[in-house]
């Protein structure tokens, strides 16, 4: 798209987002899964503001260190991401990578660091409850699997006994 540049030498442009974020949030309304957002941004914003800003827009009051903006992109049919340092400019990224998406497009999603330290407790226990019944859910398919198995099993030797 069009860049408007300052007398400073610093530039102004657009960057989409895509918002892929699955955790439960507080927000104030819903907002879909994989949203697409236009920002109007500068050459000096970072991927820190950047991050912060999509997500008083859409008035998620998580704190932004649960939050980390991607790069995307495409090759040999499979998509790549890189998490940005909270310094980067993605303005800058879009310039020298072109207006081809498949070159660069910006995600933002969960921090997939590890960064527990930024939830609270309530959070946490919410998350071990989570994946406790998944844990459970999964425990269940593989016993039920393997009894149907079994089933055939003990039914083949019964047919074959003499």
Known sequence: KTLNCASDGSYTGFIKVHLRLSRPKRTSFYLPSDSVKQLHISSQTTTGEV??????????????????????????????FQKLPLY?????????????????????????????HAFSVPELQNFLVILQKEEAERIRAVEQKYAVYRNKLQQALQRHAP
């Open 51 to 80: 991050i912060k800003g999509l997500l008083k827009k859409f008035m998620v009051l998580d704190d932004p260190r649960k939050f980390a903006l991607y790069r995307q992109t495409h090759r040999d049919g499979q998509d790549l």
């Open 88 to 116: 980067e400019r993605p303005l800058l990224l879009r310039l020298i990578a072109g207006p081809d998406t498949e070159q660069l497009s910006f995600v933002l999603k969960e921090n997939e660091t590890g960064e527990w």
